[in-house]
């Protein structure tokens, strides 16, 4: 192939600036040549509005197929970035379509469509991309059609390994499950599945569809299972809101095999048993029997052991706040615990430890404390102690302090109603969103104007219109979810972030990301995502990420970090484009995939996250640079609180 790499470094620039950069894309995507065209297209897709779904949609029946296939695809693109239909409910299927194209475009109708008829007809064909296109139907709150549910149960007895999870998957994700004896014995059937992804898979799907527990034996075994995310979900299955108290003995009795494995070397184990503590602490009665089996190792790795310590002293009840501060995890990591086992109505929880981390010198403490006010019981708390304190904290000058506010501000409108001490948190809502220049937070703040219909903040909503992108589009919905007239919705023109993006075009590049648990070798993608992978060039070089904690870890689904508050709020100071990929570009989330995290299109920046296993529903509508090529076993042993020791990276010229 010839040298693509002015053709990147303009699309790259065109997609960035967004609206400023469409009309460019349009010509190339009309008039330029096949490779020119797709790159186009792939760019409309990621940008959005009008002008770019007119253009794709015309060109989905374009005569050359890579170009029809790259317009479905780039219009799946849309509909995830979206969350819209742009493809209807009944789809023009292209004609002379190689493997790989009839794929993207089955993708695309699963992500743009509801056309679940014209998705089964290539089911022949495609059956592995065909129930993936209705799982993702599932996660965008589509009713299966029972055509395509009874298909899907034949499909999980299928030879291949990639349909059955699939099929797996897809009834996992179904959307509101009405109760069918097929799909559940279908389900449970692949509890002993050969494949663990599969297993784990249809352990979360019986447990959603809420399954008699008890009419399944192979749990109890799945706890015992030799890889580590099928027991994590059987715990969370048996233990959790299921679950009963039989259940909960099991997963009690099973920490002393998983503790064995553990100290034997097999750092994985971790994941099992902190979940296994988690889950049976949220359930005060299921305490005693979790710490029957509570151990300590000398080779267990001091932040694991500390973990343990500490829902160990949840487990004994030492929540107030003379003991809250013992033991060796720092403050910011214990309330991460015990603001779980507090939403989950815990009446022993001390008024003097709320108090304690209201007043903490980390605004993470403070942060979680001020999320706690807004799920306390009114007999606990005072209603207006928790109104006043939030109000005040959405003017917060601190970051993660105002965000928190906007999530627990949102809390607490559910639970006050009509009740006039509203009235407080309406004005220092609307007072916040008339200043907020911050694209995610001011998102957060809009978002909350509309759903609470909060009349007095109309006026800070319009002026959001002319913002940055994310802005504008949280302000149009702002606007509409209060009745008021919406102008014809722009895209907006973008700042593209501080980034030599050019620099890392066509280039092989390679992530080092040494940490507390063991190297992360991870080969970046710029030929999918140049301005993000240019951010992280661009932040390693300057020591952005060494030292900083991952924030968050959710066992047999991601591992996250990269934000320098540490608290999930916290970015490098500017936003990144949406740079999404389709199965033209490769596998996506699988295990060992790596995304950019986000609070919806554009609002990227320094903050990524590792997967642990596959989650199809995360393609398409999150930002893949690339994946792990060593170190699985150590992202996968990584705990909230490991760091980041140094990040270094690798430029080498392309072998094109």
């Known amino acids: 192939m010839p040298d693509d790499t002015a053709l990147r470094i303009r699309v790259a620039r065109d997609e960035a600036t967004r609206a400023a950069g469409v009309d460019d894309l349009v010509g190339l995507a009309r008039e330029g040549e096949v490779h020119a065209r797709e790159l186009a297209l792939r760019g409309l897709g990621r940008i959005g509005g009008d002008t770019a779904l007119a253009t794709l949609l015309a060109a989905t029946t374009d005569a050359e197929p890579r170009v029809a296939t790259a317009a479905f695809a780039a219009l799946g693109l849309a509909a995830s970035l979206d969350e819209s239909a742009p493809l209807g409910g009944k789809v023009t299927w292209p004609e002379n379509l190689d493997h790989a194209q009839l794929v993207a475009v089955i993708e695309a109708v699963g992500r743009a469509a509801t056309d679940q008829v014209g998705l089964l007809a290539q089911r022949t064909r495609e059956p592995e991309s065909v129930a993936l296109a209705l799982g993702r139907m599932g996660r965008r709150k589509l ?22 999870y699939a099929a797996t998957y897809a009834l996992s994700r ?31 799907g019986v447990t959603k569809r809420g399954v008699d527990l008890h009419a399944i034996p192979a749990l109890e075994e799945s706890l015992r299972d030799r890889d580590w995310r099928v027991a994590v979900e059987a715990a969370r299955a048996l233990a959790g809101e299921h ?61 694991a052991m500390h973990w343990l310590d500490h829902l160990g002293a949840i487990g004994r009840g030492a929540l107030q706040a003379t003991t809250f501060t013992q033991g060796e995890l720092p403050d910011h990591l214990r309330v991460i615990a015990l603001a779980d086992v507090f939403t989950r109505g815990d009446d022993t929880f001390e008024r003097s430890v709320m108090r304690y981390m209201l007043e903490h010198a980390d605004p993470r403490v403070r942060a979680a404390g001020l999320g706690m006010l807004a799920t306390a019981n009114p007999r606990a708390i005072d209603r207006a102690t928790a109104v006043t304190a939030i109000a005040a904290a959405l003017g917060s000058n601190d970051v993660v302090i105002a965000a928190t506010a906007v999530d627990a501000a949102g809390t607490l409108y559910d639970a006050l109603g009509a009740d006039p001490l509203r009235v407080q948190l309406d004005t220092a809502l609307v007072a916040r969103a008339a200043k907020e220049q911050d694209p995610e937070l001011a998102s957060g703040l809009y978002e909350l104007i509309g759903k609470h219909v909060v009349i007095a903040g109309a006026e800070a909503c319009r002026a959001g219109l002319a913002g940055h992108p994310v802005r504008a589009r949280a302000a149009a919905g702002c606007l509409r979810a209060l009745g008021q007239v919406v102008p014809t919705p722009s895209i907006g023109i973008a700042t593209p972030p501080p980034v030599d993006f050019e620099a890392v075009i066509n280039k092989v590049i390679t992530w080092h990301v040494m940490t507390t648990a063991g190297e992360l070798v991870i080969e970046l993608r710029p030929d999918i995502a140049p301005w993000n992978v240019a951010t992280i060039v661009a932040l390693t070089k300057r020591g952005f990420y060494d030292g900083l904690e991952l924030h968050r870890v959710v066992p047999n689904f991601v591992v996250q970090g990269g934000d320098p508050t540490m608290s999930g709020a916290g970015g490098p100071g500017f936003t990144t484009p949406a740079e999404p990929a389709t199965s033209l570009d490769g596998p996506g989330f699988v295990e060992g995939g790596i995304g950019i995290a986000d609070a919806g299109r554009d609002s990227g920046g320094s903050q990524w996250f590792a997967m642990h296993s596959r989650a199809p529903h995360l393609d398409g509508r999150y930002t893949y640079i690339g994946k792990i090529v060593s170190g699985q076993i150590a992202a996968d042993s990584l705990l909230i609180g490991d760091k980041i020791l140094k990040a270094t990276v690798e430029l080498k010229e392309s072998r094109k």
């Open 174 to 204: 179904e959307h509101q499950p009405a109760k069918d004896a097929d799909v559940e014995a279908a389900l449970t059937a692949r509890i002993l599945d050969p494949d663990p992804e599969i297993r784990a898979t249809a352990i979360a």
């Open 243 to 303: 679950g009963d108290d039989a259940g909960r003995a099991l997963v009690a009795a099973n920490l002393a095999v998983r503790w064995k494995q553990l100290a034997a070397g097999t750092p994985t184990e971790i994941q099992v048993i902190t979940e296994s503590l988690r889950t049976l602490l949220a359930h005060p009665p299921a305490r005693p029997i979790a710490l029957e089996h509570f151990e300590r190792g000398d080779k267990v790795a001091p932040l």
């Open 143 to 164: 009713v299966l059609s029972q055509p395509a549910r009874v298909w899907l149960v034949a499909m999980t007895k299928h030879a291949v390994r990639d349909v059955r």
